[in-house]
């Protein structure tokens, strides 16, 4: 959930509670005003009759007294009694709720109860009324809060999400510098210069990495390659003894791997510095090329190859990077199959497929994709070629899985 979006619920949640407990106490304390209100017109009503009473010696006749009714009875009751009750109504023909005193009216020679009533329905009506009027205006006084919130709010954080944006769009490995706006806001003004401090320093240790790794790969490959150069030309004299070329050739299988792994750890690193520009790329075709330059080693080793291909498939990916994971895999599949296995490839718009026969792993299936691990079995083996397919799968957003199944090792690549 976006901030401005929480922002606004939790305004609004803020002000739809205290509407509601403020219009809970509003209808009650209404509520009790009008049946105080009541009440109170009750007892004036009570006092009349008294004084009516007092001033002329005599019981005033059953009659309506102000809005309510008046009823005498010929006995003596002895507590005053003021209660809520119901009368049927023949205009509405329904019973509607009245408030209704109870009293003793005496005169020189008569005792009676007197009894008057006054309806509610009308201060309900009211109350109804009010209430409703109340919510209609809490619902809008709502509305206009939720679009002005988020109107100011927008503006407010409008700063924040164009630095979000600039962020976002931002990479050390390209030429363009982080271009930040300008903000009045104190908070956002900071924000920016700290941003704008950390990207230099960002660059500066990018360029101080790329610096060094290409550097260093460098100086490595230089004497790896003299290495090797020197030993062939030793490996080649026949006046050397026999066991002292088995430690020649030793030496010089030796510096073939670091000179893979260096390349390897190379690569590694310039994945990670986003030096690889992603464009369309037709993995159909590639496939079908890196297939073609396999051949000789897959009939070497007399292996078939059994391919299913979709053509003109297309995938977002650097073909530098799709192009090193398919001969990894590919190259993966025949060094570690048997004499005369199977090799079967699958190529959809969802996915890419390769299995191999051979034998289980040596190792934990959870250790495959990691680095340096690898079968001693085959010594000529970096250890990083699944750390590279894995690298490049997550840099492009693709999922590999790995499962064995009946003398079966399949890797699947998963496009979406």
Known sequence: MKLLTKTTLIYISVTLFLFMIGGIIFYFQLERMVDEEVTENLYIAKQSVENYVKTNNSIPENQFLFGGKFSLKNESQKTEILCDTLIYNKNEDEYLPYKELVFTIKNDSTCVTARISLPMFESDDLIKTISTTLVIISVLLILV?????????????????????????????????????????????????????????????????????ENASHEIQTPLTAIRLETEQLIQNTQIPENEIKMIHHIHNSALRLGKINESLLLLAKIGNDQFPQLDTVISTLLEEKLDLFQDRITLKNLKLTKEIKENISIHSSIVLAGILISNLISNAIRHNVEGGNINVKLTREFFEISNTGNPLPFDEDKLFQKFVRNIEKPDSSGLGLALVKEIAEKNKWKIHYHFVQSLHTFVLTFK
């Open 145 to 213: 809060l939720f679009l002005v919130s988020g109107l100011i709010s927008f503006r407010l954080w409008k700063p924040f999400l164009d630095t979000l944006n600039a962020i976002n769009h931002y990479r050390a490995n390209e030429k363009n510098p982080l271009v930040l706006q300008k903000s009045g806001t104190k908070e956002f003004a900071e924000l920016n210069a700290v941003i704008s401090e950390m990207t230099l320093k960002i660059e500066d240790n990018f360029r101080q990495l790329r610096s060094f790794t």
